[in-house]
């Protein structure tokens, strides 16, 4: 052969670009989507079914979907690319196989977060139309839901079509999750009865399911952004849910090691094997989990457009009212949250205000580095410590990820400035879970000495004992429902609050004065009550 017919038989690559997917098609073509908590997954379905589509969340992360993904995609990729493609591949390969590739290609579509940026997150699609060409289904739709825009409009034939509605519904779906998921883990390891938090949470994230499935939808963009707004549609059904969890009995006298889990977005969000089922395993070993919000992620993502604002690195034509204009959105962001949490007694957990992580990380990790959680990771575990909301933090560091190894670096930084910060880094490449958690062990059992340690010296700086307790919790069963709201009274541990708490209330608060010198509880409510 010539040397010119040889370059003639060259396949040059060309990008993925999905075939289209037209209007006619949305009736009998499945929405595939995944990468949150299955509790986020049934009402992101439900935002979806609620605009005429039908949607399947993937099935939940397992061990065999790092095996595929490793084995379909280049070898350099972050552990949640090779999950999340893996769990894909092991999907289709089984529709493949019980409904030929003809089939499957013509039954679902796959919906995906997308961005640009330094890390990988700006090329998971790469991914998956790698391991789509290698499972032989180039034809298999793949369309990107970019996460800075609400309105993209129709998709390659107007089979999808991502506008105001679906996007405040989707949203909205992730803010309801995280209320339902800050409940899970604030509820469960102190309930009476084992088993009654994950009925409830069942319960309630189909009640909601149905609400979200029948929202009723507004005329107009401005109709739609003010009645999501404005509205009491989803408040109210969160104070309905409220009552499911009225019923749980909890006895808060358990004292447990509060952990704060950060790290990259997917790993710390994700329950399941792709993380070793860490939240789970904590609680086994008896500690409290502050599970991340999704909530946290979007807020920052409208941070990096305020800033360029601010130092005028926009081309904008009137960069001080498209300022203004995103502030109020932001602040609306978090009136929204806060009225969710509102609506279930105000037991989630507050967003965390993004200027004051960026205060806090800011002597370690510059806010431009972006990439993955960026600065935030260190932002989230000095606003921990700073703020007493847990007695150690656990940063699940996926293996090979870029961002979190250089947030981990600056980390060994601000522990010299803070040693008595409890941080235990843990690396997740999926297998190698006994490593991980024996590493994650180490620090907790500081935890927990300092737990049981906290919880020492509330009982003897109230005076109070656990028998006065339990005979003022037999005489006020209020104290021990799920929904019984403890406020922060500057402790990290749940049972050190409820102490000082009820040392304040009518009944108790005599017994505490009698046996504790006034002087000294004055000076400790004040100097950490918030
Ligand atoms: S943050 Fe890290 S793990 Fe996540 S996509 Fe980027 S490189 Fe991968």
Not at 50 to 55: D, E, K, L, P
Not at 118 to 124: A, L, S
Not at 496 to 518: C, E, M, T, W
Request: aromatic fraction near 10%; glycine fraction near 8%; include cysteine.
């Amino acid at each position: 052969m010539s040397q010119l017919a040889q370059l003639s038989t060259v396949n040059h690559y060309t990008a993925y670009k999905p075939k289209p997917f037209t209007r006619q098609e949305r009736d009998n073509t499945t929405i595939l989507f995944g990468g949150l908590t299955w509790k986020h997954e049934r009402l992101i379905q439900a935002a979806l079914q609620n605009m005429g589509y039908m949607a399947e969340p993937l099935p939940n992360i397992e061990r065999e979907d790092l095996d595929a993904g490793k084995e379909m995609i280049d070898v350099g990729a972050c552990c949640p690319t090779i999950f999340t493609t893996g769990s894909l591949v092991n999907f289709l390969k089984k529709e493949v196989s019980a409904h030929g590739k003809e089939e499957t290609t013509r039954k679902y579509v796959y919906l995906t977060a997308g961005a640009c940026g330094p890390c990988r997150f700006g090329q998971y699609h790469e991914s998956y139309a790698m391991a789509l060409d290698g499972l032989g289904l180039r034809d298999f739709r793949m369309f990107l839901l970019a996460q800075d825009e609400l309105d993209q409009g129709a998709s390659g034939g107007g089979g999808l079509e991502i506008n105001l509605p679906l996007s405040l519904g989707i949203i909205w779906g992730i803010l309801c999750g995280d209320q339902l998921t800050d409940l899970e883990y604030l509820v469960r390891p102190y309930e009476v009865k084992a088993g009654q938090t994950e009925q409830a949470l069942r319960e309630s994230t189909e009640y909601m399911y149905e609400v979200f499935r029948k929202r009723p939808l507004q005329k107009g963009k401005l109709g739609t952004l003010a009645w999501h707004l404005g509205g009491s549609y989803f408040t109210r059904a969160l104070r309905e849910i409220r009552k499911k969890w009225d019923a749980i009995e909890v006895d808060r006298l358990r004292v447990k090691a509060r952990v704060k889990i950060t790290g990259e977005f997917w790993l710390q969000t994700h329950e399941g094997e792709g993380n070793y089922n860490i939240k789970r395993w904590l609680e086994q070993e008896d500690a409290e989990v502050i599970a991340p919000p999704v909530a946290v992620w979007l807020h920052y993502l409208m941070h990096p457009t305020i800033r360029k604002l601010e130092h005028r690195h926009s081309t904008s034509k009137h960069p001080q009212v498209e300022q203004l204009v995103l502030k109020a959105l932001e602040k609306l962001y978090r009136v929204t949250y806060n009225r969710f949490r509102k609506a279930v007694g105000n037991l989630p957990n507050q967003l965390p205000d993004q200027e004051e992580l960026l205060r806090l990380a800011e002597p370690f990790y510059h806010f431009e580095l972006r990439g993955g959680e960026g600065h935030m990771l260190i932002g989230k575990a000095l606003y921990a410590y700073h703020h007493k909301k847990a007695h150690m933090v656990c940063e699940l560091s996926p293996y090979s990820c870029m961002p979190n190894t250089m947030s981990i670096g600056s980390m060994a930084n601000v522990l010299g400035k803070y040693p008595d910060l409890l941080y235990a880094p843990i690396e997740v490449k999926g297998d190698a879970e006994v490593h991980a958690l024996s590493r994650c062990q180490m620090i907790l059992t500081e935890a927990k000495k300092r737990a049981q340690a906290e919880f020492e010296t509330a009982l003897e700086q109230t005076g109070l004992t656990i028998e006065r307790i339990r005979e003022f919790e037999a005489r006020h069963p209020e104290v021990r429902r799920a929904t019984y709201r403890v406020p922060h009274m500057g402790c990290s541990g749940h049972a050190a609050n409820y102490v000082f708490h009820l040392s304040r209330q009518r009944g108790l608060a005599k017994a505490a004065s009698k046996k504790a010198p006034r002087k000294e509880a004055q000076a400790w409510t004040t100097s950490h009550a918030d």
